[in-house]
T-cell receptor
């Protein structure tokens, strides 16, 4: 049973293109996240949604737009892709925004922009 | 900005030995969590220690927290080759706003 699943696993595209990454969780969690992991393995939060409402929006270019159609899904759309967007993007979920809710991660989407 | 820094960046040991990883952070926290990441996979939650706790155990894992020094350590006893992974600490600040991850320690356990 896949708890947090994201598609695609690999995404190779050219600069200037628009692409989307999809994420779904079947854990019944209220909160979902997008994290970006760079080539040095540094993991940084991008967005967080709680019950479809945006609660965290880090300093992320406007080219990145998350969308949560329901609390089980959080998709990430990226416009006008740049070389620096190459990274692994992780979706995660937690039961709530409460302090004792650990994160459950998907297996990541490796985005390569050429 | 980055919250946690881990030490060492990389650790190589033999099966059966113990592995100790350290994490330092900068601001007041509500809790500190440790995660493991196998190559090509997502992070997996290992253990959570609250700011009012000093030590916690889970199987072969032992975590300590010293809030006066703003540091934590993760000890893996009797390591196995399957423990080979990157280990990250993450801190939740007192505002509960977001979980901030450290730089990670790459652990290699050789048979």
């Amino acid at each position: 049973d896949t708890a947090v699943s994201q598609t695609p696993k690999y995404l190779v595209t050219q600069m200037g293109n628009d692409k989307s990454i999809k994420c779904e969780q079947n854990l019944g969690h209220d909160t979902m996240y997008w994290y970006k992991q760079d080539s040095k393995k540094f993991l940084k939060i991008m967005f967080s949604y709680n019950n479809k409402e945006l609660i965290i929006n880090e300093t992320v270019p406007n080219r990145f737009s998350p969308k949560s159609p329901d609390k089980a899904h959080l998709n990430l759309h990226i416009n006008s892709l740049e070389l620096g967007d190459s990274a692994v993007y992780f979706c995660a979920s937690s039961q709530s925004t409460g302090a004792n809710s650990p994160l459950h991660f998907g297996n990541g989407t490796r985005l390569t922009v050429t | 900005s980055q919250q946690g820094e881990e030490d060492p960046q990389a650790l190589s040991i033999q099966e059966g030995e113990n592995a100790t990883m350290n994490c330092s952070y900068k601001t007041s926290i509500n809790n500190l969590q440790w995660y493991r990441q196998n190559s090509g996979r997502g992070l997996v939650h290992l253990i959570l220690i609250r700011s009012n706790e000093r030590e916690k155990h889970s199987g072969r894992l032992r975590v300590t927290l010293d809030t006066s020094k703003k540091s934590s350590s993760l000890l893996i006893t009797a390591s196995r080759a399957a423990d080979t992974a990157s280990y990250f600490c993450a801190t939740l600040n007192t505002g509960f706003q977001k979980l901030v991850f450290g730089t990670g320690t790459r652990l290699l356990v050789s048979p």
